[in-house]
């Protein structure tokens, strides 16, 4: 991803000498995921960007006007969060069903 322009990074590299596509994203979206078909690279790239754009939407509270950001700390931030919130909804929970007993 290009901090500067907050967009994703496509790149077409010539593998073994035939143009093999190769989607690169921080996303996690990689070679190694997807083969040469063209149907299934176009598919990939859209599930890549649709989590994109999740993960902005998730997150918008942490993208600071004039600060720069990245992927990788959006998603950090986001894990944390599903995180503490599982952990609160788990202690809530138990809470209850121990009142419930006593």
């Known amino acids: 991803m290009d901090p500067a322009t907050g967009g994703v990074r496509v790149s077409t590299k010539v593998a073994g000498g035939a143009n093999q596509p190769r989607i690169e994203t921080d996303l996690g979206l990689g070679e190694h995921q997807v083969s040469g078909e ?3 690279i176009e598919h990939s790239f ?4 649709l ?4 993960l902005i939407r998730a997150c918008h509270q942490d993208i600071l006007p004039g600060k ?3 992927v990788a700390q959006l998603q950090h931030a986001l894990r944390l969060r599903v995180i503490t919130n599982q952990v609160e909804h788990n202690v809530k929970a138990r809470l209850t069903n121990a009142r419930k007993v006593a």
């Open 38 to 40: 063209e149907g299934r």
């Open 46 to 49: 859209g599930i890549a960007v």
């Open 51 to 54: 989590a994109y754009l999740l």
């Open 68 to 70: 720069p950001w990245s």
